[in-house]
């Protein structure tokens, strides 16, 4: 078997190790003669399963006592509605778009009820390179009754983050902070009690497609309005320890050894040690190529995860995806709504891919 450099923004590469492991488990898990798969999510053995991945999360993200975590289905996407439900109850959210994903969460919650454009980065007519920055705080427009302020900490397509909290916009004390976090959550510690609520479809940097965690804080819980699905509610889903119907158990599961490895590499403060030197390998030979391959976004918000890059043409961007492809790699080519190149570092990645990738990129741009 031999396993290809995996750069796919999501579904994404997992780690070797973590693969491994549920192979070695998926016919009988702890000797007990069956697979996480085929077990109640009721029984003692699911419960110990979801009880170990919660207690890894918390520990590894610094999760403060009065923030309750829940496991649930419906993608980042099905967030985009619930956090207006769960919260709005008849006043209005602030949003702002730093990229394609903050942009369509702000849509969407306007099907929801009454949802601001509190600031936008996306610069007009040239929607390649849309969104290249963040906002400054002049330029946002930020209502003092807003029931939340949204954001997007790391845009997937246009590669642009929040790098620390001290980047996140300012907001008055009782303006909670509700962030998607999709595509960088578990990349380096984060200031967990700066949001409200945080939350991620888990197919970038956890685990398997299906699962969506979300964090939130509890004084934001029961608010949703009557006519809220229960299973949309955070506050029946507490209630009921994300198991109001049957959970995603086997990407649960492949979650919690996600947690355990992440541990075993020395945790998030180790994590984002690795996640810089692999960002900065990358960024290096986009910037020293002499213009072959361009970023256009600003220093201060490179994502570290998601790294968009231009050739000088189009032709040449779909001949790169083709030598790369024969060449052992998969997953480079850029988000069809944008185009070019897109190099997804994700906690799974190794060093040794990106060294793999870089001296591709060096070789592809000498013969021109
Ligand atoms: C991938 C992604 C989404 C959509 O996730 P689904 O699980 O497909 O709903 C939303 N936001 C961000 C930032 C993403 O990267």
Known sequence: ??????????????PEAVLQQAQAELLDWHGVGAGI???????????????????DLRELLAIPQNYKVLFLQGGATLQFSAVPMNLLNGRSADYVATGAWSKKAHQEAGRIGKARLAGSTEAQGQPADGFIRLPRQDELNLDPQAAYLHVCTNETIHGVEFLDEAHLPQTPANIPVVADMSSHILSRPMEVSRYGIIYAGAQKNVGPSGLTLVIVREDLLGHAGANVPRLLDYKVQVENDSMLNTPTTFSIYLAGLVFKWLKAQGGLARIAEINQEKAALLYAAIDNSQGFYQNPVASECRSLMNIPFRLPSVEQEAEFVRASEAAGFMGLKGHKSVGGIRASLYNAMPLAGVAALVKFMREFAAKG
Do not use: C, D
Not at 1 to 14: D, E, K, V, Y
Not at 37 to 55: N, P
């Open 37 to 55: 798969m085929e077990m109640s999510h009721r029984g003692k053995y699911f419960t110990e399963v979801i009880q170990t991945a919660e207690a």
């Open 1 to 14: 078997m031999s396993r290809i450099w995996n750069f796919s923004a999501g579904p994404a590469t997992l």
